[in-house]
């Protein structure tokens, strides 16, 4: 990094399952520079980027990949819902990837970290360490129960997104619709709400993204942590099923919480086309609303890196980070207002809601 470049930290990426689908399901690629995937370390380093979210995710064992699902209609797009996956099938890919986590901070001779604790993610960020933050996109493994709950804690699981677009024990994902509302069906079921309590008590950050409508008022209702969404963007400006209602941010706001704006080019322009060649005023225009409705401390980057998205050309991968800081600065954020996007707001957040410092 160098020292005009301010420290990124993000809310998500699903770099992981990179790795972990790679050919030799090894970690050392991580260390190497390459044009595979949007993160390796020093690309991360190119781009200022300090840490964040890494998300685990399971991918169902069969049937139909995303780009199979997507049906193109008259005004837009709807990609066929997906069926829930097999919970000790989830519990199995989240071990295996949780070792891949740890071997990955284990081969890395300290220059990655799993965090679990606001200091050591600053201490991480003081030193130049990238700091992961151990997160799971979808509760599959965890058994409604939540006996599996502590010790995925214990572990280091330190955030958790309730479902991914599909349904599970306690919600319902949102499907992938454009254009169409986020309110798409039913709520948590009563498993659903044991966790979110469960999660408040312990300090597991919760997030709603994927979650249907129904489903985020149920946790605003119940949660006493700030509401976060990691990786969403604006409905007003890209009605698709993933982005958040006026009325969503401003529930996200009184709760002091936040929105990673998700770096998905089609979740972002009006006609949610999937085209790289789009210019980065689309993502400042979406930062421009969320601080509107958020506050300038409400919202940060939730990139969704590795997570199959198309990114704008321009920014390309994580190394172009410093291109949005620019486009931003550019449009008129000032450094105190930078610092809060880059970085600020997720420390901020991270402290109200992680019960142990
Ligand atoms: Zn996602």
């Keep these: 990094m160098t020292a005009n470049e301010l420290p990124i930290l993000d809310g998500h990426n699903d770099t992981l399952l990179r790795l972990y689908r790679s050919e030799d399901g090894g970690v050392q690629s991580f260390f190497q520079q390459s044009n595979e995937g949007h993160i390796d370390l020093p690309r991360a380093r190119q781009g200022g980027f300090a840490g964040g979210f890494f998300a685990i995710f399971c991918p169902a064992p069969s049937g139909p990949r995303m780009e199979e699902s997507l049906v193109i209609t008259e005004t837009g797009y709807e990609v066929r819902p997906f069926p829930a996956i097999d919970s000790v099938y989830a519990q199995k890919v989240t071990l295996e990837v949780i070792d891949l986590l740890f071997r ?74 454009f254009p169409h509302s986020p309110d798409t069906g039913p709520g948590l079921t009563a498993a659903g709400r044991e966790l979110v309590q469960a999660c408040n008590r312990l300090g597991i950050m919760l997030d709603l993204s994927h979650l249907n409508e129904q489903g985020f008022w149920d946790v605003a209702r119940l949660s006493d942590a700030p509401l976060v969404v990691t990786h969403s963007a604006v409905h007003a400006l890209c009605a698709s099923t993933r982005n958040l209602t006026d009325r969503q941010l401003e529930a996200i706001k009184a709760s002091e919480g936040i929105v990673g704006l998700n770096f998905e080019i089609a979740n972002m322009r009006e006609d949610a086309h999937k085209d790289a060649n789009t210019p980065l005023s689309v993502m400042v225009r979406h930062i421009d609303y969320l601080v509107e409705h958020l506050g300038i401390d409400g919202v940060g980057f939730g990139s969704d890196f590795d997570g199959g998205i198309t990114v704008a050309q321009e920014l390309g991968d994580v190394a172009g980070l410093p291109k949005l800081v620019a486009a931003l600065r550019e449009h008129g954020y000032d450094e105190a207002a930078l ?13 109200k809601t992680w019960k142990n410092g």
């Design 104 to 177: 990955l901070e284990a081969e890395s001779e300290e220059q990655v970290k799993v965090v679990r604790t606001v200091d050591e993610l600053l201490d991480c960020m003081q030193k130049g360490i990238l700091a992961t933050i151990l997160h799971f996109e979808g509760a599959e493994a965890i058994d409604p129960q939540l006996e599996a709950l502590e010790t995925f804690y214990q572990a280091g699981l330190r955030s958790l997104g309730i479902v991914w677009s599909r349904p599970n024990a306690f919600a319902h994902g949102v499907p992938f619709k």
């Design 339 to 351: 610092r809060k996007l880059t970085h600020e707001n997720w420390i901020r957040v991270l402290r």
